[in-house]
């Protein structure tokens, strides 16, 4: 189902093995855009890496079969100091990009440290500042919860308050 660019819709998503944050809002109506949907992806820590990166899969599969974005934006690779989590963070990365280039989305890509300067104002935002942020900018009862599904609310955002009309 394509869409107009004033209603389109981007699944934004905070990659992760265990807990994947994901957000879908839909542009339009002369505000900046209505939260669709947003929660997380689970999968169990005691499975194989093989068996959570299905799961993961198969959750962001869903996620597009049934909301049918016109993107997906996603957090890039950030170095931290634990290289086994950075290896791990690349695993979610490659099947998230896997399930969207075959479902032939445009994909973006930002830093963390962007989601939170666009977002919030600052690079270095806490978490409930994100969340306050959203709140605010979507006009929300409350912030999304948990965290990690406001965060892939805020990369839906940052795409949105990012791109070339």
């Known amino acids: 189902m394509r869409r107009s660019a004033a209603d389109l819709r981007i699944l934004g998503i905070d990659p992760g093995t265990t807990v994947t944050g994901y957000g879908v809002v839909e542009a339009g109506n002369g505000h900046l855009g209505r939260l669709v949907e947003c929660g997380v992806i689970r999968t169990n820590p005691r ?5 959570r990166l299905a799961d993961l899969y198969d959750g962001v599969r869903a996620l597009i079969a049934r909301h049918h974005p016109g993107a997906v934006a996603l957090e890039s690779v950030f170095y931290g100091k634990n290289v ?10 490659g099947v998230i990009l896997l399930a969207a280039a075959q479902a032939e989305l445009e994909v973006a890509e930002f830093a963390p440290a962007r989601v939170k300067k666009i977002v919030v104002g600052a690079g270095a935002a806490t978490k409930p500042q994100v969340g306050y942020m959203v709140r605010k900018l979507l006009r929300l009862e409350r912030a999304p919860s948990p965290t990690d599904a406001a965060d892939g609310v805020a990369i839906a955002l940052t795409y949105l308050l ?3 009309p």
């Open 162 to 164: 990012t791109r070339r």
């Open 84 to 93: 086994r989590t950075t290896v791990s963070l690349g695993h979610a990365r």
């Open 47 to 51: 499975d194989p890496l093989a068996k």
